[in-house]
């Protein structure tokens, strides 16, 4: 054995799984980089760059799915940034159309107007944007608008992480339970598990507040400060997920009464049931022969393990409850509560949390049990053993499922973000279980040793407290002993070396050193995939603008590209120096996020500086768009737009419009087939 050896050993494992969820969180803040929201403007009037004659009354803007807007989400400014809206929303939604209006104030003057618009789509994400429109002609504007996009910057990248958070203490919480009450019973009272199970409550509780308290800044201002916002509080509260979290909090207060029950009441029935157990085998002679005092023993225990199976019942079922009800708090607020069939998807992924949490959490607790605890019993590691199975089973019904429902078709799990952050998900699990087959070969090569092997720890460790015990009296034969401080000096010399002996017999047994490397490696990949499950649940799911459940996806309607859209036309405005070329190209040209290049050129092909270039992409056919794109100007003619979204493969109708001076611009219509 090396030096290092025992060092490597001696890690505490709390530490060493906080470094790889350190490790994790750094995946997973790249993975929610990618993450976008649901809802999208589909359609305005006035539409973006339109100029119209006369100023119009309201502003109407429509959207792909439900939304939440409150009376400020629309803002329409004038040329000198100042509010020109009433501020008073009005809901214009009919049928399967999603429209919202904003009146405006009488009397316009001409120029360009800015709208400024920003909401929370129905699976929880916040969404936002701008265009302007032109009363007579266009003007020179100062209205600005937020840089960073919904739900970014510090705010979001905080918000993500604690999102992920919350899942892990789920996990922690349910998992662990569920392992001590189906797996280990004798677990309830080991402290390791117990600070698993607390840390978990601790974690989700800690998570939950913080989510409420940011979701202000989150779907608002992004600013962090406003968090403690007290006006944005109350608002929150009366949204869908300031409803589920508070609803987690409640069932949470019931939770910490279960752990309370569960390490207090029931560990110490638990203990009681095992020491009577233990006192009738050692006394088995004198109940064997009819005494009165063996027969009231007999029922004693009898009455106790009958009580110890009615604890569990009921811990067992009121948890249950309580857990189904945690994770319904997820069900209700995301994913599954929008799109087609919310009524079979939600219970589904009810059922799909409580199955993630009982494998997972049961995994780092048997983790824990195996790297801290050295006589955890075979019959317990096959109880999780089947119950993981089981719960493989539901992952694998319940995520199809939600991967149909989704996804929508083939084409879409390699041309979306979502799709292919499924695929990921998809390969970690089955490493995963492919780690856990070696646990299981393990746990089947465990064998008799281990009871032969704790039967002989036992034995030795009565031998040598009978040793200590023996020279403990020769000591105190001398009178060396009489002094208190060294009897209890001595006693935990014999507790450290009976510590020592267990220690070493646990390194020994070659299985269990395998059980434990084959389950901390199933740990490690178990912590990526709820990194990349929490990513998956902040991403546009891969159905997009599907409005009827039996409508064939247009996903596949048409072949992927093989090289980008470019796109060369000239144009001129009419006024002094309004001729040029526009170039433009669009990567990959696929369904999801695309990267837009626009370069603008003078007649002579050197690079042309103009004060405004707009892009906008309308799918006709699905009456989707007019989608505008404003891009970020990097340098003297060359303008590029990241993250363009393109929601459906089709024939779209591209309009690039170009403004040379305060009163002098074009547009550029060109149709592109785009996937």
Known sequence: MTATAPRIRQLPLVRLLFVIAVLVCGLFGTLSGTASAHAALTGSDPKDGAVVDVAPKDVTLTFSEQIAMGDNSIRVLDPTSKRVDVAKMRDLSEGGTVRY?????????????TVAWQAVSADSHPVSGAFTFSVGAPSKTTATVPDQEAGGGLVGTLYDTVRYLSYAGFVLLVGGAAFILACWQRGASVRPLQRLVVGGWVTLTAATLVLLLLRTPYTGSGKLGDAFDLGGLADVLDTKTGAALVSRLL???????FIAVLFGAYAKRVTETESGTKAEAESGTGAESGTDDGEGSGGAGSEAEKAKADLTFGLGLGGTVVAAGIAGTWALSEHASTGIQTGLAMPLDVLHLLAV???LGGLVSLLTVLHRTPDIERAAVRRF?????????????????QAWRQVGSWSALTDTSYGRLLLVKVALIAVLLCAAWFSRRWTGLLGERTTAGTQAGEESEAEAEAESEAGGEAVDGAGETSDPERAAQLARQRTALATARKKRDRDADTERSGLRRSVLIEACVALVVLAVTTALTGTEPGRTQEKEAGRPGTEAAAPAPARPVSLTEPFDTGGANGKGTVRLTLDPARSGDNLMHVWIDDPAGKPMDVPEVKVAYTLKSEQIGPLPVVPERLAPGHWSASSV????PGD??????????????????KNVKIG
């Open 652 to 669: 779209w109708h591209l309009q690039v419009t170009v403004r040379t001076s305060d009163i002098d611009q074009t547009t550029i219509e």
């Open 357 to 359: 949490a009982a494998w």
């Open 101 to 113: 209006a904003v009146d405006l104030k009488p009397g316009l003057p001409d120029g360009t107007y």
């Open 385 to 401: 053993s089947r119950i993981a199975f089981t719960s493989v089973v539901v992952l694998a019904v319940t995520g199809l499922y």
């Open 251 to 257: 069932l949470l207060g019931a939770a910490a009464l």
């Open 645 to 648: 979204q393109i929601p459906m």
